[in-house]
């Protein structure tokens, strides 16, 4: 989704304000192994400052996602704030440098929530995940397996032991 920013780089209007509604890509959703996403609400400004303009933008919305232990769905909520600088020349600073009049807003917010997404993705944090032998949840209660693991290496150990 692109903003015009002709109107402020021609210096027609010092900050120009937009109210959006994203979706996120398909391949986004994918890259990051979401199960879905909901709209993402966007209000922002941009507003020139010498020969650079400055991006300002809150957004908000949703992304489901697995459990990373039991695979049980987990929704995320993202309300957050972000900022950009946009020049049309290159510089040696953290810059977004433009090649048009506009600028696209969703490789930003997807960028934004990579830097937002946690390490691990629990449903809590006590989550007991999957048995490794039968696959039962064990959040939801014990499984009969067997779960006594010996290192192989110290197996005949076992038996000088049980004699």
Same mark, same amino acid.
């Not at 890509?25 to 303009?53: H, L, P, T």
């Not at 809150?58 to 600088?85: P, Q, W």
């Given at each position: 989704?692109?903003?015009?920013?002709?109107?402020?780089?021609?210096?027609?209007?010092?900050?120009?304000?937009f109210?959006?509604? %994203?979706?996120? /890509? /398909?391949?986004?959703?994918?890259?990051?192994?979401?199960?879905?996403?909901?709209?993402?609400?966007?209000?922002?400004?941009?507003?020139?400052?010498?020969?650079?303009?400055?991006?300002?933008?809150?957004?908000?919305?949703?992304?489901?996602?697995?459990?990373?232990?039991?695979?049980?769905?987990?929704?995320?909520?993202?309300?957050?704030?972000?900022?950009?600088?946009?020049?049309?020349?290159?510089? /040696?600073?953290d810059?977004?440098?433009?090649?048009?009049?506009?600028?696209?807003?969703?490789?930003?917010?997807?960028?934004?929530?990579? %830097?937002?997404?946690?390490?691990?993705?629990?449903?809590g944090?006590?989550?007991?995940?999957?048995?490794?032998?039968?696959?039962?949840?064990?959040?939801?209660?014990?499984?009969?397996? /067997?779960?006594?693991?010996?290192?192989?290496?110290?197996?005949? %150990?076992?038996?000088?032991?049980?004699?």
């Amino acid at each position: 989704m692109n903003v015009a920013l002709s109107k402020v780089v021609t210096g027609l209007q010092s900050q120009l304000d937009f109210q959006l509604r %994203l979706s996120l /890509d /398909d391949r986004f959703i994918r890259e990051i192994n979401a199960v879905e996403a909901s709209e993402f609400n966007i209000q922002g400004a941009v507003k020139k400052v010498e020969k650079r303009m400055i991006l300002s933008f809150s957004y908000e919305g949703s992304l489901t996602f697995a459990c990373d232990r039991c695979l049980t769905e987990v929704k995320l909520n993202f309300e957050h704030m972000a900022e950009r600088i946009l020049t049309f020349e290159i510089s /040696d600073e953290d810059v977004l440098v433009l090649t048009k009049q506009e600028v696209d807003i969703c490789p930003i917010l997807e960028e934004e929530i990579l %830097l937002n997404l946690p390490s691990q993705i629990l449903c809590g944090d006590e989550c007991k995940g999957l048995c490794p032998t039968c696959g039962k949840n064990l959040n939801k209660g014990i499984c009969g397996c /067997d779960h006594e693991r010996i290192d192989p290496r110290l197996e005949a %150990l076992k038996n000088v032991f049980n004699n």
